[in-house]
Structures are given as structure tokens and as C-alpha cells.
């Protein structure tokens, strides 16, 4: 075979590689889950002070797949509902959540912010005690002082409430090291890895084995999506700015994501046309 031949067939087999490799990063991929997931994120708090009771309520009588919790944990080691590590923002006083016991805690009220009747900071329990096995429950865990601390007692309290063993909850967290520690206590959880905005790195969310990867909106190109939606991975979306928000579920809409962090439950029923 002539060396012009060889090197036509070469140019050739490269010319096709790369039309395959621009037409993959252009085309979307198909979805991995059966249907996009609508978790309310910390509730509904667009109509609710965010990550308490009435919000979770507000949010399962939407019909949401499933509810968004971040925890926290006091002093004496209860987890509560708090997104922020310090009460400052989302209720009447100032401080740090680890250093309040829980009764102190229970004295402090969240801020009014929709003109309804204020309420209490909730604990776990009270949010598991008021919804029981009626509701999917999407957990972030975190660190306490850079350790792991919260792990042993929310899975304890989860298989108390025999949501694990029915398939009720999905574990998330920023940290390898907490994910690692959940999936040491129940193996074959679902657990989702989380990226923070501008922090998402395509390699390390393929090389890890967890079936869903978290990332903020303006990390969702067509690219990331294909790349995990290959792996099998489904790819859930948190959003930061609420001032574009809508946009931007519409523009992640034509991705193809699996999963939506919502802070407006209303709109992504309707973008998703869920009734």
C-alpha cells in the first residue's frame, strides 16, 4: 500500500474523529433519569421563611419529588434545618449553630420575611416526625469544625424512621469525606456529589463513584452534561442567583438535566409541564 493511501486513510479516520467529537459536544445527550426531579429547595422559600416546617409543607403539597434539607448540628448534637453555618441572615439573633445547644435554639425565631406567622428553627426529627415515608428527603451533610461529626446520627435517625430501607432519601454534600463516611454506614445509598460554583471539575465527577453530581447553573454546558449523562450519572442543578434563575432553568432545560434545585416550584412545574 502506497505511502499516499496510508495517508489518506489517515486523514480520513481523523477527519472522522473529529466530526464525532465536535457533533457530540454540540448534540444533547439524553437524560438518565425516567423524568427531571423537582426538589424544593430549603422548601418553598418563595412563598415561606426558607428551611422551615410550613415551607416543607408549602412544598409537598406542590407535589415536589423531593424536599431539600441542609443541616446543621448544635452543641450538644442535634441537626436542625439551617442552610448557613451561623443563624445571622435567617433569624433574630447572631451566631454560630454549633454553639447553641438546642434549647437555646429553640428560643430563636426565624425572620419574618413573607409577612406570615414566624416560626421556630425545626429539627430533623420534627421535619421527619411531620412527614414521615410520604416524602423523598434530599440531606446535605457538612463538616462540624472540619470533621465528621453529623454522619452516625443522621444515618441512626433515618433507619429509626425506615426511610433508607424504603428508599426515601438521597444523601448530598461538598465533602468527599462525609459522602465516604455515609456510604461506609449504609452502603448503596444514593448520594450526590456536589461542586460549588466555579469549582466543578469534569474529571474528579466522573472518576468518583456516585450515581448523581450537584453543580451550580453556570457550570451546566453542554459538554459537562454529555460527558456524565455517558457515565450514566445524573446531573442536579442548584441555582444561586435567583435574579436569573428562570433563564437559566430554561437554558439547562435544553441540556437535558435530571434534577433541579428549585427556589421557585411554581415555574418549574410549569417549564417541566408537570401537573
Do not use: C, W
Amino acid at each position: 500500500m502506497s505511502k499516499k493511501v496510508i495517508g489518506f486513510i489517515l486523514f480520513i479516520g481523523i477527519t472522522n474523529l473529529l466530526i464525532y467529537y465536535v457533533y457530540s459536544e454540540r448534540e444533547v445527550e439524553p437524560m438518565v433519569a425516567d423524568f427531571p426531579k423537582i426538589i424544593a429547595h430549603r422548601g418553598a422559600m418563595d412563598r415561606f421563611n426558607e428551611s422551615t416546617i410550613s415551607a416543607y409543607k408549602i412544598a409537598a403539597e406542590d407535589g415536589v419529588d423531593a424536599l431539600e434539607i441542609d443541616l446543621r448540628m448544635t452543641e450538644d448534637g442535634t441537626l436542625i434545618a439551617m442552610h448557613d453555618k451561623t443563624i445571622d441572615r435567617t433569624t433574630n439573633s447572631t451566631g454560630e449553630v454549633s454553639n447553641y445547644k438546642l434549647n437555646e435554639i429553640k428560643g430563636i425565631l426565624t425572620i419574618d420575611v413573607f409577612s406570615n406567622q414566624v416560626e421556630e428553627i425545626p429539627t430533623l426529627k420534627e421535619i421527619l416526625d411531620t412527614f414521615r415515608d410520604s416524602e423523598h428527603y434530599y440531606i446535605e451533610t457538612r463538616l462540624v469544625h472540619d470533621e465528621l461529626a453529623m454522619e452516625e446520627t443522621l444515618v441512626q435517625m433515618l433507619n429509626e424512621y425506615d426511610l433508607i430501607e424504603k428508599d426515601l432519601v438521597t444523601i448530598q454534600s461538598f465533602s468527599q469525606k462525609s459522602l465516604e463516611k455515609i456510604e461506609e454506614l449504609v452502603p448503596g445509598v444514593q448520594l450526590t456529589l456536589l461542586f460549588g460554583k466555579e469549582k466543578f471539575n469534569l474529571k474528579q465527577a466522573i472518576r468518583e463513584d456516585y450515581p448523581f453530581i450537584g453543580m451550580e447553573a453556570s457550570d451546566v454546558t453542554t459538554k459537562n452534561v454529555n460527558a456524565l449523562h455517558r457515565q450514566g450519572k445524573e446531573v442536579h442543578v442548584f441555582f444561586n442567583d435567583l435574579e436569573t434563575e428562570r433563564k437559566e432553568q430554561e437554558r439547562v432545560k435544553l441540556l437535558n438535566v435530571d434534577g433541579y434545585f428549585t427556589n421557585d416550584i411554581q415555574f418549574t412545574k410549569e417549564l417541566l409541564q408537570v401537573e
